[in-house]
T-cell receptor, first 109, second 116 residues
Framework: KQEVTQIPAALSVPEGENLVLNCSFTDSAIYNLQWFRQDPGKGLTSLLLIQSSQREQTSGRLNASLDKSSGRSTLYIAASQPGDSATYLCAAPGQNFVFGPGTRLSVLP | EAGVAQSPRYKIIEKRQSVAFWCNPISGHATLYWYQQILGQGPKLLIQFQNNGVVDDSQLPKDRFSAERLKGVDSTLKIQPAKLEDSAVYLC??????????????FGPGTRLTVL
């Protein structure tokens, strides 16, 4: 049974810092891993999808890596901005999609 | 391209009442998911449809929750009777395929349910 954890649970940084969010999963036999952003009271917005054959994906200031052997994925955010403040969730498929609890990010101006 | 549509956006009911949520997925997406997200937690899958058929409903409380997907397009999720612990955001998502292959999920805005 797939289990997904995320560290840290919450993070507060000053604007401009580079930061790393971590996602761990127990079943490494996954086809892909997806990172989402969720703003308060809103649905989820897809940020990046990494296929199992890929090691990383990049979109703008975001870079996500995947290491299936160790059961880990990281989301790197460069030059953080106040608009990046949100909860970031990762999801890995098992029998179905399993979400982590999320990392709540606050970027202070 | 239109996204995943959900209605209503908000619903407040008394316990033991019934409620229904509606979802219209992205056109052409074969797979539709209903998730329950309790405040402070990640979404939990309730049910997954592939076209008309149910792929996974192992976490759906079948004594009170039901869902259907007519003609492989729109879907409704019903709760009857509602309990206080059902207060949550109900999210609908769709993807081209299932959990294998290229299957990026796209989410609707969700329905926030409050049970009093």
């Amino acid at each position: 049974k797939q289990e997904v954890t995320q560290i840290p649970a919450a993070l507060s940084v000053p604007e401009g810092e580079n930061l790393v969010l971590n996602c761990s999963f127990t079943d490494s036999a996954i086809y892909n891993l997806q990172w989402f952003r969720q703003d308060p009271g809103k649905g989820l917005t897809s940020l990046l999808l990494i296929q199992s054959s890929q090691r990383e994906q990049t979109s703008g200031r975001l870079n996500a890596s995947l290491d299936k052997s160790s059961g880990r994925s990281t989301l790197y955010i460069a030059a953080s901005q106040p608009g990046d403040s949100a909860t970031y969730l990762c999801a890995a498929p098992g029998q179905n999609f399993v979400f982590g609890p999320g990392t709540r990010l606050s970027v202070l101006p | 391209e239109a996204g995943v549509a959900q209605s209503p956006r908000y619903k407040i009911i008394e316990k033991r009442q019934s409620v229904a949520f509606w979802c219209n997925p992205i056109s052409g997406h074969a797979t539709l998911y209903w998730y329950q997200q309790i405040l402070g937690q990640g979404p939990k899958l309730l049910i997954q449809f592939q076209n008309n058929g149910v792929v996974d409903d192992s976490q759906l409380p079948k004594d009170r929750f039901s869902a259907e997907r007519l003609k492989g397009v729109d879907s409704t999720l019903k709760i009857q009777p509602a309990k206080l612990e059902d207060s949550a955001v109900y999210l609908c998502a769709s993807s081209l395929l299932g959990t294998s292959g290229y299957n990026e999920q796209f989410f609707g805005p969700g329905t926030r349910l409050t049970v009093l």
